[in-house]
């Protein structure tokens, strides 16, 4: 029988303590997981500063890895500079996310995770800014600047995340892109392209509920065109009206459909815990959605197929 292990994104951290959270905050946020009965969980090297702290602190977090009863099976390298358009800015941050994959194997994740960013337009508000209060409350009016040309970016695009598994690689990891409204990858066929362009094995889709759900596709069919490449899902509820990560039930995801199509899959990693709620009601909601998880896999009597622990 296959295993599923349930796992906290790191959107825990993030609701309860703001973005980024403090290091002191985040090892708070590690031991409130643990304590909600998590046994795996997600790190960030949110920026250069994140990042390097992890390379410092390797012995450390493994130490309260181990203390905690945790395992960290993906590591996420937040860095936009990795589809700067400026090759020479683009191949510096380059090396930022050699050290995160090189923290990443140390900390023994199977993961590394990248965003794929907006494309270089100009924006009223920037989406997802680093340093400043993480919202889904998202502002997509944009004006072309002059000398802008799409082939160009995706190309941009293209040479970052195949260097990215190819750096991924020599580390035995795979590197997940997760289509995100307003990004350069935001739905299901976009990431097919990027896929395809990128022909990289290590390159994988991170399946994220909500954010499909906003974009208004139809999960099923999501999950049949990207099934062979889904190397991480992260789950919330959507209702198809915002981007928000809501708790299970709270929106129209059709929770039995998708975990029959889990479990009937050769999928075999981690179903991650990804909402964003209120400070005060992140400790509930997390609780409570590892909770219901567990619970749906008994009502649709999926435990012949599938062992989510």
């Known amino acids: 029988m296959k295993k599923i292990q349930i796992s906290c994104a790191y959107a825990f951290p993030i609701c309860k303590y703001g973005y980024p959270p403090s290091f002191p905050d985040l090892e708070k946020a590690l031991r409130e997981i643990a304590s909600m009965g998590y046994r795996y ?33 993906n ?33 023994g994740a199977e993961t590394v995770h990248i965003a794929t960013y ?57 590197v997940l892109v997760e289509p995100r409204v307003g990004e350069m990858i935001a739905g299901t066929d976009a990431m097919l392209l990027l896929i395809r362009d990128v022909d990289h094995p290590r390159l994988k889709a991170n399946f994220d ?36 990560h809501l708790p299970i039930g709270r929106g129209k995801v059709d929770w039995q459909t998708m975990l029959e199509l889990i479990a009937s899959s050769r999928y075999d990693r981690y179903l991650g815990v ?16 590892k909770a219901k998880l567990e619970e749906m896999v008994k009502k649709f009597h999926l435990g012949r197929r599938i062992e989510i622990s």
Not at 44 to 66: D, I, V
Not at 82 to 100: E, F, M, N, Q, T
Not at 133 to 144: E, P
Request: charge should be positive; proline fraction near 6%.
């Open 118 to 174: 907006t494309p270089p337009l100009r924006y009223r508000k920037i989406p997802y800014k680093l340093k400043e209060k993480y919202s889904f409350n998202l502002d997509y009016r944009a004006s072309v600047p002059r000398g802008f040309d799409w082939t160009t970016s995706w190309s941009v695009l293209v040479e970052s995340c195949r260097r990215a598994a190819e750096t991924a690689d020599r580390h035995g990891l795979d």
């Open 41 to 73: 969980c997600e790190l960030e090297g949110l920026g250069p500063a994140y990042n390097r702290h992890f390379t410092a602190k390797r012995k450390h977090y493994l130490q309260l890895a181990a203390d905690l009863g945790l395992h960290y099976h």
């Open 209 to 244: 509920f909500a954010h499909l759900m906003a974009q208004k596709e139809i999960l099923a069919l999501s999950w049949k065109k990207l099934e062979p490449h889904i190397g991480g899902i992260h789950v919330a509820d959507n209702d198809t009206a915002t981007v928000e």
């Open 274 to 289: 990804d909402l964003f709620v209120p400070p005060a009601r992140a400790v509930p909601a997390f609780r409570e959605a």
């Open 75 to 107: 590591y996420c390298i937040v860095d936009p500079l990795l589809v700067s358009p400026v090759r020479s800015i683009r191949h510096k941050a380059y090396g930022l996310y050699d050290s995160g994959c090189e923290n990443a194997a140390a900390l």
